[in-house]
Protein backbone atom coordinates (compact mmCIF):
# COMPACT_ATOMS: atom_id res chain seq x y z
CA UNK A 1 0.00 0.00 0.00
CA UNK A 2 1.49 3.44 -1.02
CA UNK A 3 2.40 5.74 2.35
CA UNK A 4 0.12 8.39 1.25
CA UNK A 5 -2.70 6.35 1.18
CA UNK A 6 -1.84 4.48 4.58
CA UNK A 7 -1.07 8.10 5.83
CA UNK A 8 -4.42 9.21 5.10
CA UNK A 9 -6.26 6.10 6.62
CA UNK A 10 -4.36 6.61 9.77
CA UNK A 11 -5.86 10.24 10.46
CA UNK A 12 -9.12 9.55 9.05
CA UNK A 13 -8.95 6.83 11.55
CA UNK A 14 -8.56 8.82 14.34
CA UNK A 15 -10.28 11.32 13.50
CA UNK A 16 -13.61 9.13 13.29
CA UNK A 17 -12.58 8.00 16.85
CA UNK A 18 -12.44 11.42 18.21
CA UNK A 19 -15.68 12.31 16.95
CA UNK A 20 -17.17 9.01 17.52
CA UNK A 21 -16.39 9.72 21.93
CA UNK A 22 -16.46 13.20 21.31
CA UNK A 23 -21.01 12.79 19.61
CA UNK A 24 -21.05 10.46 22.16
CA UNK A 25 -20.78 12.51 25.24
CA UNK A 26 -16.94 11.06 26.33
CA UNK A 27 -15.85 14.59 26.38
CA UNK A 28 -18.52 16.23 28.77
CA UNK A 29 -17.29 17.86 31.72
CA UNK A 30 -19.20 17.28 34.76
CA UNK A 31 -20.96 19.67 37.04
CA UNK A 32 -22.98 19.36 40.49
CA UNK A 33 -26.39 20.35 40.16
CA UNK A 34 -26.88 20.83 43.84
CA UNK A 35 -25.01 20.09 46.99
CA UNK A 36 -26.34 16.67 46.77
CA UNK A 37 -24.26 15.79 44.35
CA UNK A 38 -21.63 17.25 45.81
CA UNK A 39 -22.21 15.00 49.32
CA UNK A 40 -22.04 11.82 47.01
CA UNK A 41 -18.59 13.29 45.00
CA UNK A 42 -16.96 14.10 48.30
CA UNK A 43 -18.31 10.67 50.21
CA UNK A 44 -16.15 8.88 47.22
CA UNK A 45 -13.18 10.19 47.96
CA UNK A 46 -13.51 10.78 51.76
CA UNK A 47 -16.13 8.22 53.15
CA UNK A 48 -14.82 8.78 56.47
CA UNK A 49 -15.85 12.08 57.07
CA UNK A 50 -19.49 13.14 55.49
CA UNK A 51 -19.84 16.46 54.70
CA UNK A 52 -21.96 18.99 56.93
CA UNK A 53 -22.32 21.70 54.39
CA UNK A 54 -21.74 22.85 50.74
CA UNK A 55 -21.25 25.95 49.48
CA UNK A 56 -21.52 25.59 45.91
CA UNK A 57 -19.65 28.09 43.11
CA UNK A 58 -22.19 29.30 40.38
CA UNK A 59 -21.09 27.50 37.72
CA UNK A 60 -21.60 24.42 39.87
CA UNK A 61 -17.83 23.25 39.31
CA UNK A 62 -16.55 23.55 42.27
CA UNK A 63 -17.37 23.95 46.22
CA UNK A 64 -16.52 24.29 49.46
CA UNK A 65 -17.36 21.44 51.86
CA UNK A 66 -17.90 22.05 55.85
CA UNK A 67 -16.46 19.03 57.40
CA UNK A 68 -17.00 18.33 61.28
CA UNK A 69 -15.15 19.65 63.68
CA UNK A 70 -14.42 22.47 62.11
CA UNK A 71 -12.76 21.49 59.24
CA UNK A 72 -13.04 22.35 55.22
CA UNK A 73 -12.57 21.14 52.58
CA UNK A 74 -12.44 21.91 48.22
CA UNK A 75 -14.19 19.58 45.87
CA UNK A 76 -13.82 20.81 42.01
CA UNK A 77 -14.66 19.27 38.64
CA UNK A 78 -11.67 17.71 36.08
CA UNK A 79 -13.09 16.73 33.26
CA UNK A 80 -15.72 13.57 33.51
CA UNK A 81 -14.23 13.69 37.27
CA UNK A 82 -13.91 15.29 41.00
CA UNK A 83 -10.60 16.38 43.19
CA UNK A 84 -10.60 16.68 46.27
CA UNK A 85 -8.72 18.14 49.31
CA UNK A 86 -8.98 18.63 52.68
CA UNK A 87 -7.47 22.05 53.36
CA UNK A 88 -5.06 23.05 55.95
CA UNK A 89 -3.26 25.92 57.42
CA UNK A 90 -0.62 27.02 54.39
CA UNK A 91 -2.24 24.83 51.78
CA UNK A 92 -3.36 27.97 49.45
CA UNK A 93 -0.76 30.21 48.47
CA UNK A 94 -3.29 32.90 47.91
CA UNK A 95 -6.28 34.13 46.04
CA UNK A 96 -7.09 36.62 43.35
CA UNK A 97 -9.97 38.09 41.73
CA UNK A 98 -10.48 36.57 38.31
CA UNK A 99 -12.87 37.61 36.54
CA UNK A 100 -15.97 36.12 36.84
CA UNK A 101 -14.89 34.90 40.31
CA UNK A 102 -11.41 34.24 42.30
CA UNK A 103 -8.26 32.38 41.31
CA UNK A 104 -6.76 30.29 44.18
CA UNK A 105 -3.02 28.98 43.85
CA UNK A 106 -2.60 26.37 45.35
CA UNK A 107 0.90 25.09 47.39
CA UNK A 108 0.19 21.50 45.73
CA UNK A 109 2.68 20.16 42.69
CA UNK A 110 -0.18 18.46 41.68
CA UNK A 111 -3.00 20.74 41.23
CA UNK A 112 -0.97 24.03 41.08
CA UNK A 113 -4.34 26.88 40.79
CA UNK A 114 -7.67 26.74 40.31
CA UNK A 115 -10.31 28.95 38.77
CA UNK A 116 -14.02 29.44 40.24
CA UNK A 117 -16.66 31.02 38.63
CA UNK A 118 -18.74 32.82 41.85
CA UNK A 119 -21.24 35.90 42.01
CA UNK A 120 -20.09 39.11 43.58
CA UNK A 121 -21.54 37.83 47.02
CA UNK A 122 -19.69 34.52 46.75
CA UNK A 123 -16.42 36.58 46.10
CA UNK A 124 -16.56 37.81 49.46
CA UNK A 125 -18.39 34.33 51.32
CA UNK A 126 -15.43 32.51 49.65
CA UNK A 127 -12.66 34.92 50.45
CA UNK A 128 -13.41 34.28 53.90
CA UNK A 129 -13.98 30.82 54.26
CA UNK A 130 -10.50 30.38 52.54
CA UNK A 131 -8.19 32.91 53.91
CA UNK A 132 -7.40 31.42 56.94
CA UNK A 133 -5.75 28.66 54.56
CA UNK A 134 -3.89 31.01 52.76
CA UNK A 135 -0.26 31.91 53.44
CA UNK A 136 -0.76 35.37 51.90
CA UNK A 137 -3.36 36.79 53.30
CA UNK A 138 -6.20 38.16 51.00
CA UNK A 139 -7.03 41.37 53.12
CA UNK A 140 -6.93 43.48 49.64
CA UNK A 141 -7.75 41.11 46.93
CA UNK A 142 -5.51 41.98 43.81
CA UNK A 143 -6.60 41.10 40.30
CA UNK A 144 -5.21 37.93 39.03
CA UNK A 145 -1.49 38.84 37.10
CA UNK A 146 -1.40 42.19 39.21
Request: hydrophobic share 50%; aromatic share 6%.
Given at each position: ??????????????????????????????????????????????????P?????S??????????????T??????????????????D??????????????????????????????S????T???????????????????
Amino acid sequence: MPLDILIALVVLGIAGIVALVHFTGGSARRSFADGGEVHDAWLEDWPQDPPRGVDLSSDGRAAIVELAKGETGLIWVFGADTVSIRLAAGDIHDIRLHPGGLSIRLNRFETPSLTVTLDAASVALWTVRLARFAEVRPDTLAPEGA
